[in-house]
């Protein structure tokens, strides 16, 4: 007796586990002949019923919806169709498709059980030339893109009894997605995801429109819009209970996917929609520390309320379709998921998806360094609570990308950031954008704001911790250094500094600092390295927020910090 196992062929796979689903097995290899004839006539119960043929319903599921996934099979084909009655006709196409799905299990029973000389295109499997079948597009999806042609002008593609029959199943797997309406279906190595999906969404629905005397159709009732949106909104509904199961999912050789699809005879095409594991683990690291903030998480994001306005519907459905698009890319949200209730009055501020969610996303998917998700939460609790917070907000949301750094200077000149903080936000080299650290300071602030009026504790995400300065900012401490020591007017040469406005000016200052003998030529170049703007503009700022640090007693008074003309910015 030989096994089954997963083929890595997404729309086998996607059949093998409409099997699984449907016999209740606990692993594909416990498969036997028997369970395969069970699953035969529950296929054939459900296919051959009155509400996939169109009979007292309103539509033939069989020849429409079903058509997209194997056009002119048994069920499509008008020669089959023939007939006086429609329960004529019904008996007709039900006696073919009868006849060949038993063709295809009797050959599955064979593969099963002997080898032979034949090799299974699809699994690799060696099976007598007698359990093998040439297949072609109408059996198994997106075989090729040219009908009648395929490698050595052979009549289809060889597969084994078990592969030719196992797809059959696949209707069992596929639903819609939600508003875009396209077919679908989830591939994973996680058999329990991946037999709940085809259980709950495909034979349970299937059984209940026949129950109700409806017509069949791949299930689409999500509330929630668009390809990546209903994929992610399945997963997480899926975690709210299989909770271990699809933790795992990640642990197999082939990554989850999605496939979007239409095997259609006029337009062919199929999308796979690949999960990356860092959103798998992500989501279940959040659904491990709070269920609540889980679901918030999710729901804010991905759900599509019922009762909206038109106006309203339309928005959300713009929303939804491009968060899930991001964050199955792993692209940054927390900038999309600011709503500052523009035009609404009384409507407070609010981080839709909530911080908890969004700081674990940006520890798992963006990967930023836990240091700097520290800082920013420190922060961003200190403005919140500041006596001035609303102007501190203000001048937060309408700040301009190149004159960012000059805030987060400036909080450093107020010490509410240390130098190596602000080294640590604004590292040399960050692909981090000034933005995205604002959009984060504002989402902890807004987030403190709901947690006040709910009366609830703020979730603190991270600990203190000590940061290790690395080399350039040790040079820049020990170059601050000597010019607090040596430097006659310090307070002034400060002020120089940080009004400068250009590339040349801050040379200058720099010189007569070395002039004076409080800077080294080498950390002139060091400082002011040539054909660098950017990186110069840098290092002033990691000097400043030394100097502002060190020297806060001297300071000047002038307030005011020049920021780079636009052609150094572009790339902060
Ligand atoms: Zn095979």
Same mark, same amino acid.
């Given at each position: 007796?030989?096994?089954?196992?997963?083929?890595?062929?997404?729309?086998?796979?996607?059949?093998?586990?409409?099997?699984?689903?449907?016999?209740?097995?606990? #692993?594909?290899?416990? &498969?036997?002949?028997?369970?395969?004839?069970?699953?035969?006539?529950?296929?054939?119960?459900?296919?051959?019923?009155?509400?996939?043929?169109?009979?007292?319903?309103?539509?033939?599921?069989?020849?429409?919806?079903?058509?997209?996934?194997?056009?002119?099979?048994?069920?499509?084909?008008?020669?089959?169709?023939?007939?006086?009655?429609?329960?004529?006709?019904?008996?007709?196409?039900?006696?073919?498709?009868?006849?060949?799905?038993?063709?295809?299990?009797?050959?599955?029973?064979?593969?099963?059980?002997?080898?032979?000389?034949?090799?299974?295109?699809?699994?690799? #499997?060696?099976?007598?030339?007698?359990?093998?079948?040439?297949?072609?597009?109408?059996?198994?999806?997106?075989?090729?893109?040219?009908?009648?042609?395929?490698?050595?002008?052979?009549?289809?593609?060889?597969?084994?009894?078990?592969?030719?029959?196992?797809?059959?199943?696949?209707?069992?797997?596929?639903?819609?997605?939600?508003?875009?309406?396209?077919?679908?279906?989830?591939?994973?190595?996680?058999?329990?995801?991946?037999?709940?999906?085809?259980?709950?969404?495909?034979?349970?629905?299937?059984?209940?429109?026949?129950?109700?005397?409806?017509?069949?159709?791949?299930?689409?009732?999500?509330?929630?819009?668009?390809?990546?949106?209903?994929?992610?909104?399945?997963?997480?509904?899926?975690?709210?209970?299989?909770?271990?199961?699809?933790?795992?999912?990640?642990?197999?050789?082939?990554?989850?996917?999605?496939?979007?699809?239409?095997?259609?005879?006029?337009?062919?095409?199929?999308?796979? &929609?690949?999960?990356?594991?860092?959103?798998?683990?992500?989501?279940?690291?959040?659904?491990?520390?709070?269920?609540?903030?889980?679901?918030?998480?999710?729901?804010?994001?991905?759900?599509?309320?019922?009762?909206?306005?038109?106006?309203?519907?339309?928005?959300?459905?713009?929303?939804?379709?491009?968060?899930?698009?991001?964050?199955?890319?792993?692209?940054?949200?927390?900038?999309?998921?600011?709503?500052?209730?523009?035009?609404?009055?009384?409507?407070?501020?609010?981080?839709?998806?909530?911080?908890?969610?969004?700081?674990?996303?940006?520890?798992?998917?963006?990967?930023?360094?836990?240091?700097?998700?520290?800082?920013?939460?420190?922060?961003?609790?200190?403005?919140?609570?500041?006596?001035?917070?609303?102007?501190?907000?203000?001048?937060?949301?309408?700040?301009?990308?190149?004159?960012?750094?000059?805030?987060?200077?400036?909080?450093?000149?107020?010490?509410?950031?240390?130098?190596?903080?602000?080294?640590?936000?604004?590292?040399?080299?960050?692909?981090?954008?000034?933005?995205?650290?604002?959009?984060?300071?504002?989402?902890?602030?807004?987030?403190?704001?709901?947690?006040?009026?709910?009366?609830?504790?703020?979730?603190?995400?991270?600990?203190?911790?000590?940061?290790?300065?690395?080399?350039?900012?040790?040079?820049?401490?020990?170059?601050?250094?000597?010019?607090?020591?040596? &430097?006659?007017?310090?307070?002034?040469?400060?002020?120089?500094?940080?009004?400068?406005?250009?590339?040349?000016?801050?040379?200058?200052?720099?010189?007569?600092?070395?002039?004076?003998?409080?800077?080294?030529?080498?950390?002139?170049?060091?400082?002011?390295?040539?054909?660098?703007?950017?990186?110069?503009?840098?290092?002033?700022?990691? &000097?400043?927020?030394?100097?502002?640090?060190?020297?806060?007693?001297?300071?000047?008074?002038?307030?005011?910090?020049?920021?780079?003309?636009?052609?150094?910015?572009?790339?902060?």
């Amino acid at each position: 007796m030989r096994q089954i196992n997963w083929t890595g062929h997404p729309f086998v796979d996607a059949g093998l586990a409409a099997i699984v689903a449907i016999v209740g097995v606990k #692993r594909l290899e416990d &498969l036997t002949a028997e369970h395969l004839e069970k699953a035969a006539k529950e296929l054939e119960r459900i296919l051959l019923s009155d509400q996939a043929l169109g009979i007292g319903v309103e539509k033939a599921f069989a020849k429409s919806a079903l058509s997209q996934l194997f056009p002119n099979s048994e069920l499509v084909n008008p020669s089959h169709w023939k007939g006086q009655t429609p329960e004529a006709k019904a008996e007709n196409v039900r006696q073919k498709f009868r006849e060949a799905l038993k063709h295809d299990l009797e050959k599955a029973k064979i593969s099963l059980v002997q080898s032979g000389d034949a090799t299974c295109l699809v699994c690799g #499997r060696k099976v007598p030339d007698t359990a093998t079948t040439f297949v072609r597009k109408d059996k198994m999806p997106l075989l090729a893109g040219i009908v009648n042609f395929y490698p050595a002008f052979a009549y289809g593609v060889q597969v084994c009894g078990l592969c030719a029959f196992a797809v059959r199943f696949l209707p069992m797997s596929v639903m819609r997605t939600g508003v875009s309406n396209r077919l679908w279906f989830l591939h994973t190595q996680a058999l329990e995801v991946a037999v709940e999906i085809s259980k709950r969404y495909c034979w349970t629905k299937f059984n209940e429109a026949i129950a109700a005397n409806e017509t069949l159709e791949f299930y689409n009732r999500w509330q929630t819009a668009g390809d990546a949106g209903t994929v992610l909104y399945v997963l997480c509904e899926l975690l709210g209970e299989l909770s271990d199961q699809l933790r795992e999912a990640y642990l197999h050789p082939l990554p989850t996917t999605a496939y979007l699809f239409s095997n259609d005879n006029r337009n062919p095409y199929v999308q796979p &929609l690949p999960i990356p594991n860092e959103l798998l683990i992500f989501l279940a690291k959040l659904q491990l520390k709070s269920q609540r903030a889980f679901q918030r998480f999710w729901q804010e994001l991905l759900l599509l309320p019922e009762g909206l306005n038109e106006k309203e519907r339309k928005t959300r459905i713009g929303f939804v379709q491009i968060v899930a698009q991001r964050l199955l890319s792993g692209e940054s949200i927390i900038g999309m998921c600011l709503d500052e209730g523009n035009g609404q009055e009384n409507r407070p501020p609010r981080l839709w998806g909530g911080w908890l969610g969004h700081a674990l996303y940006l520890r798992e998917v963006r990967k930023m360094p836990e240091s700097k998700l520290a800082i920013l939460e420190r922060l961003g609790l200190s403005i919140a609570q500041s006596a001035d917070a609303k102007k501190r907000i203000m001048e937060l949301r309408k700040t301009e990308r190149g004159d960012l750094y000059a805030i987060f200077l400036r909080y450093v000149r107020e010490g509410w950031l240390k130098h190596d903080e602000f080294y640590t936000l604004l590292p040399p080299n960050s692909d981090t954008h000034a933005s995205e650290l604002r959009d984060i300071l504002l989402a902890v602030i807004y987030e403190w704001q709901h947690c006040q009026e709910k009366g609830e504790e703020f979730p603190k995400v991270t600990e203190e911790m000590s940061l290790s300065p690395d080399e350039t900012l040790n040079r820049i401490r020990q170059i601050g250094g000597k010019l607090c020591q040596e &430097l006659p007017n310090l307070t002034r040469w400060i002020g120089q500094l940080q009004t400068a406005r250009s590339g040349e000016r801050i040379r200058g200052v720099y010189l007569s600092a070395v002039q004076r003998g409080a800077m080294s030529f080498s950390d002139f170049t060091f400082l002011a390295p040539l054909g660098d703007r950017q990186k110069m503009w840098l290092l002033r700022d990691y &000097l400043l927020a030394f100097l502002f640090e060190r020297a806060r007693e001297v300071l000047p008074e002038e307030e005011e910090i020049a920021v780079p003309e636009e052609a150094a910015i572009e790339n902060l």
